[in-house]
């Protein structure tokens, strides 16, 4: 099994800024893709970005350049900065480990931070 530890979830204003962390143990890290997704009231959960092992990245159409997703393989940790934040970025977002070539859906979950965009 694999134990996350997420962090840095919030309520910010529009236009501002968020770091999220996951950090991961149980599992050898480095070899994982490892991403950020998030789930809206009555929405589908949906990508935000993930970053393979090797360090390329892919984000949800969504983010148009405001996201960035980064790993540290030395600390088991994946980042997600944020900013120029909406309200429609108002979300749980989770963190995910999976490995590369296999559904993201099976992969290992973590428990999910709240992000409130609002004024």
């Known amino acids: 099994q694999v134990q996350f530890v997420e962090s840095g979830g919030g309520v910010v204003q529009p236009g501002g800024s968020l770091r999220l962390s996951c950090a991961a143990s149980?599992?050898?890290?480095?070899?994982?893709?490892a991403g950020w997704y998030r789930q809206a009231p009555g929405k589908q959960r949906e990508l935000v970005a993930v970053?393979?092992?090797?360090?390329?990245?892919n984000y949800g159409d969504f983010v148009k350049g405001r996201f960035t997703i980064s790993r540290d393989n030395a600390k088991n940790t994946v980042y997600l900065q944020m900013n120029s934040l909406k309200p429609e970025d108002t979300a749980v977002y989770y963190c995910?480990?999976?490995?590369?070539?296999?559904?993201?859906?099976?992969?290992?979950w973590g428990q999910g931070t709240q992000v409130t965009v609002s004024s």
């Open positions: 995910n480990l999976h490995l590369m070539g296999t559904p993201y859906e099976k992969g290992y």
């Open positions: 970053i393979a092992s090797g360090g390329s990245a």
């Open positions: 149980g599992r050898i890290f480095s070899i994982y893709a």
